[in-house]
T-cell receptor
Framework: DAGVIQSPRHEVTEMGQEVTLRCKPI?????LFWYRQTMMRGLELLIY????????DSGMPEDRFSAKMPNASFSTLKIQPSEPRDSAVYFC??????????????FGPGTRLTVL | AQRVTQPEKLLSVFKGAPVELKCNYS??????LFWYVQYSRQRLQLLLR??SRESIKGFTADLNKGETSFHLKKPFAQEEDSAMYYC????????????FGEGTQLTVNP
């Protein structure tokens, strides 16, 4: 397994544009997480899904952010419209605590987003 | 609500010196504690968890419930230990989400 896959790896866009980040979790994992990493705030959980259903989106900063998981192998995080303060590294992670017996999350390589 | 605190954003030591990365948590139940590590240009990955009580790459961490701490220690730091370290808490074996600390950037100087 290639692990969690994220695309694109880097995204540079202008303020006001729509940005879509993509994630493919590890096959068989039933949890998927979206995180944002910044120097100031560290690693923040934005939203997570269980069996494709959003469980907790309390970390989503505002209505400009939305996330979907249409099937077990794909999720998107969308920012519309984007703002410079959204510049960060966005990580996707997946896990299967029921299978593993403990809560290890496997992270993707991240998408570095720069909003000009 | 659970919370994880890593009081040091930056920590710098010399090669061969002991290193301790501090982690304190607040949670009323029985948590599971983890240390995750992110080396330069690599993914964030699990380093160790308190339940396994193992030593990984020379690192150990003991859960102290009385002090609500889970400090990461290594007696002799190596340059390759330079990385970002995150302490994380899960609400027991059935917990699904992790609460991460703010992270500590460790630099081991030659």
């Amino acid at each position: 397994d290639a692990g969690v896959i994220q695309s694109p790896r880097h995204e540079v866009t202008e303020m006001g544009q729509e940005v879509t980040l993509r994630c493919k979790p590890i096959s068989g994992h039933d949890y998927l997480f979206w995180y944002r990493q910044t120097m100031m705030r560290g690693l923040e959980l934005l939203i997570y899904f269980n069996n494709n259903v959003p469980i907790d989106d309390s970390g989503m900063p505002e209505d400009r952010f939305s996330a979907k998981m249409p099937n077990a192998s794909f999720s998107t995080l969308k920012i519309q419209p984007s703002e410079p303060r959204d510049s960060a590294v966005y990580f996707c992670a997946s896990s299967s605590p029921g299978l593993a017996g403990y809560n290890e999350q496997f992270f993707g390589p991240g998408t570095r987003l720069t909003v000009l | 609500a659970q919370r994880v605190t890593q009081p040091e954003k930056l920590l710098s030591v010399f090669k061969g010196a002991p290193v301790e990365l501090k982690c304190n948590y607040s949670y009323s139940g029985s948590p599971e504690l983890f240390w995750y590590v992110q080396y330069s240009r690599q993914r964030l990955q699990l380093l160790l968890r308190h339940i396994s009580r193992e030593s990984i790459k020379g690192f150990t961490a003991d859960l102290n419930k009385g002090e609500t701490s889970f400090h990461l220690k290594k007696p002799f730091a190596q340059e390759e230990d330079s990385a970002m370290y995150y302490c994380a808490l899960s609400r027991g074996p059935s917990g699904s989400r992790l609460t991460f600390g703010e992270g500590t950037q460790l630099t081991v100087n030659p």
